[in-house]
């Protein structure tokens, strides 16, 4: 990816050493080569192994167990080695000699023991299976001290097949030893596991899952970035089995360099952490061309924005980590190496805990909204909006994350950004519509390819918030688009300029727009859609009871005065100045080249009268615009639900210099 900052890489612990040399026999799976012998060797378990291992020290050996547990994470390694101390000629012991004949036998890489049974229920779990064995119990062991019977997936059992061991299990023969393994105990019938001690097992935790991934690529003699190692763990998901897999599939695949982390991340499919570190920088300091040009990138180059969401929140939680627990990362609370570690800390900081929370709430729900989203792009880049605009919202958390930011800015941390809450510019730019958001009067304004980044000098941190707070996003989105068209292009330049209106109060256009962001104020908190629309518009006149408000474009002039939006501002104005007038609705405020009068709403619901848009116009309500359909791999993603309108734009590749590296 081209613009990506550097990255350190870890230096190779190793020297390279080309695994699996041509020649090789196919080697064993990494999972049933390194399958432990003993009780010390099964990782993370030791709730269950030390419990077990005094058991057979104090020679209180019960005659059936049940062990539980997610998958892969030892069930039937143990109850092998369970098998293994029972038999041992010094045993039972919990440490099994591992040289008599019994020992050898039932080694991970032994031939198996007549007297040890394993049977897999999922095959032969039902009635007749059990009367078999049943029937075989009563014999006594060949060459060891019990038969063990092991009965993996247990679950699969039939209830009639446990109904036939029941007695069994019950007052088994003294030489005989029952041992199910079992992802699902509840499938257990309760006769049989009230029979039974059980051992739950559980998902292995990420520092020990490491320790035993370092230590099995030591044996192995491979090189490998430790930058790989916290991603193959993620993979793994806890499971021992799985995490070998997936280290057996990388190590298949790597070169003489041994594991590294770029093919890591990309064989995996996560996101890059340079990635996901200028989304956290971006958002951090409120850039939204570098956040929304960072979306971009990660679509671009691939990546599943369900995907990018989901690293973007494990991201998110790191950092809330390190914010509470500075020492994190020593802690083993964090599994990331140290310079990662270093650059972490400095992005929580920068965050701080409350916009760090409320960002990964944004994030979390909206990853639950992307579920069977056909738009998870659109999703993704409303999340951000949302994150990066805590003014849009009143929420206790927003609040607080406003103050966080104030703070931050008293500290000095003030990045040349404006606050949100005090833009004289109020653009409403929808990041996730930009594509479909070139208004009508802009026809040569065509948007750069793939403009979903909203330019640097269009405040990012104004943009986006409004639409966002109108019901989940991507009703939202679809509202925004269709309530408001707004003109991304002249809607910074569109409003009245608070700071130059200072003077006492008839009750003038002046004095309309001097407290012009307090009846904005007024308005959001009626209704958002209504404040979304007005922040781009301007005062233009009033006069004869009559209010003109003047909109970038006649569409969101349309917008306002179709949906019975001025009868809001109508209400805000009574309530806060006693001002009782109509309001008319025009296209054409000061950013607008000349006042452009197509519109002229009353009050109410009065689209009826508005005039069309001059001829070199694109229609309002036109289809998805020339040029939209299969512009680029980015448009399909970025498109919402439904054709929106929309005016001539080309969405398509990442716009060189609209994204913030
Ligand atoms: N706790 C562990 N410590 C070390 N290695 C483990 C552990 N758990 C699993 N493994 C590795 O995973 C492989 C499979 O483990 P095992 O068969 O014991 O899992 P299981 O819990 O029975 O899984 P399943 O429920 O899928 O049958 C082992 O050969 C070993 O390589
Ligand atoms: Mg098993
Ligand atoms: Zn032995």
């Known amino acids: 990816m081209a613009g990506d900052a550097p990255r350190k890489k870890a230096a190779p612990r190793k020297k390279p050493a080309a695994p699996g040399a041509p020649g090789n026999p196919a080697p064993l799976a990494l999972y049933r080569k390194y399958r432990p012998a003993s009780f010390a060797e099964v990782k993370g378990q030791e709730h269950v192994t030390e419990p077990l291992q005094q058991a057979l020290r104090n020679g209180r050996v019960n005659h059936a167990y049940l062990f539980s547990g997610p998958r892969g994470c030892g069930k039937t390694s143990s109850a092998r080695i369970l098998a293994r101390s029972l038999n041992c000629e010094q045993g039972p012991t919990p440490d099994p000699c591992g040289v008599c004949a019994s020992c050898v036998a039932l080694a991970p890489s032994g031939p198996g023991s007549i007297d040890v049974i394993e049977i897999d229920a999922a095959s032969h779990g039902g009635v007749d299976d059990a009367r078999?064995?049943?029937?075989?119990?009563?014999?006594?062991?060949?060459?060891?001290?019990?038969?063990?019977?092991?009965?993996?997936?247990?679950?699969?059992?039939?209830?009639?097949?446990?109904?036939?061991?029941?007695?069994?299990?019950?007052?088994?023969?003294?030489?005989?030893?029952?041992?199910?393994?079992?992802?699902?105990?509840?499938?257990?019938?309760?006769?049989?596991?009230?029979?039974?001690?059980?051992?739950?097992?559980?998902?292995?935790?990420?520092?020990?899952?490491?320790?035993?991934?370092?230590?099995?690529?030591?044996?192995?003699?491979?090189?490998?970035?430790?930058?790989?190692?916290?991603?193959?763990?993620?993979?793994?998901?806890?499971?021992?089995?799985?995490?070998?897999?997936?280290?057996?599939?990388?190590?298949?695949?790597?070169?003489?360099?041994?594991?590294?982390?770029?093919?890591?991340?990309?064989?995996?499919?996560?996101?890059?952490?340079?990635?996901?570190?200028?989304?956290?920088?971006?958002?951090a300091s409120g850039d939204g061309a570098a956040v929304f040009g960072t979306v971009d990138r990660a679509v671009e180059g691939g990546h599943d924005p369900r995907r990018f969401a989901a690293d973007l929140l494990d991201r998110l939680r790191d950092l809330i980590i390190l914010a509470a627990v500075p020492g994190a990362g020593h802690s083993g609370l964090l599994d990331a190496p140290a310079d990662r570690l270093e650059r972490m800390a400095e992005q929580a900081g920068r965050f701080g805990q409350a916009e760090l929370t409320r960002a990964a709430e944004i994030v979390s729900e909206g990853l639950i909204q992307m579920r069977g989203t056909t738009s998870p792009r659109l999703l993704l880049e409303l999340m951000c909006a949302q994150v990066l605009l805590p003014a849009a919202s009143t929420g206790e958390k927003a609040l607080l994350a406003r103050l966080e930011r104030l703070e931050h800015q008293l500290a000095g941390g003030l990045r040349g950004q404006v606050e949100p809450a005090s833009l004289p510019t109020r653009s409403p730019d929808v990041p996730g519509g930009t594509a479909r958001q070139e208004g009508p009067g802009s026809p040569a304004r065509s948007a750069p390819p793939g403009r979903a980044v909203p330019r640097a000098d269009e405040a990012p941190r104004g943009e986006a918030e409004i639409q966002l707070r109108e019901g989940p996003p991507a009703r939202a989105g679809q509202q925004a688009d269709s309530d408001a068209r707004h003109e991304p292009a002249t809607a910074p330049a569109a409003h009245a300029d608070p700071g130059q209106q200072r003077g006492a109060a008839p009750l003038d256009a002046d004095t309309l727009r001097e407290r012009w962001p307090d009846i904005l104020d007024t308005v959001r908190s009626e209704r958002k859609v209504a404040w979304m629309l007005l922040n781009s518009a301007s005062v233009q006149e009033l006069r004869n009871g009559l209010l003109t408000i003047a909109f970038p474009s006649e569409g969101n002039a349309r917008g306002f005065a179709a949906s019975g939006h001025d009868q809001v501002l109508i209400g805000a104005l009574a309530a806060m100045l006693g001002l009782n007038v109509r309001v008319r609705a025009v296209a054409g405020g000061p950013a607008a080249a000349g006042s452009r009068p197509v519109s002229s709403g009353g009050h109410g619901p009065a689209g009826g009268d508005l005039q069309h848009p001059p001829a070199d116009a694109p229609p309002v309500q036109a289809g998805p615009a020339p040029g939209r359909e299969g512009a680029g791999p980015s448009s399909a993603g970025r498109q919402g639900p439904d054709p929106v309108p929309s005016g001539p734009s080309a969405p398509g590749t990442s716009a060189p210099g609209t994204s913030t590296p």
Request: hydrophobic share 40%; no cysteine.
């Open 132 to 283: 078999d064995l049943r029937e075989r119990a009563f014999y006594a062991p060949v060459s060891g001290r019990f038969k063990i019977y092991i009965i993996d997936e247990a679950h699969m059992v039939t209830s009639g097949g446990f109904n036939a061991l029941l007695k069994l299990v019950e007052e088994p023969p003294p030489h005989l030893k029952f041992v199910f393994a079992t992802t699902e105990p509840e499938k257990v019938i309760p006769t049989i596991r009230s029979r039974t001690h059980h051992y739950p097992f559980r998902l292995v935790p990420p520092a020990v899952l490491r320790e035993l991934l370092e230590q099995i690529l030591g044996t192995e003699g491979v090189s490998y970035e430790p930058a790989v190692l916290p991603l193959v763990v993620k993979a793994g998901a806890g499971s021992v089995r799985d995490s070998l897999s997936v280290l057996d599939q990388l190590l298949a695949g790597a070169g003489p360099e041994g594991l590294t982390y770029d093919r890591t991340v990309t064989l995996l499919g996560y996101s890059d952490d340079s990635l996901l570190d200028e989304m956290v920088d971006a958002l």
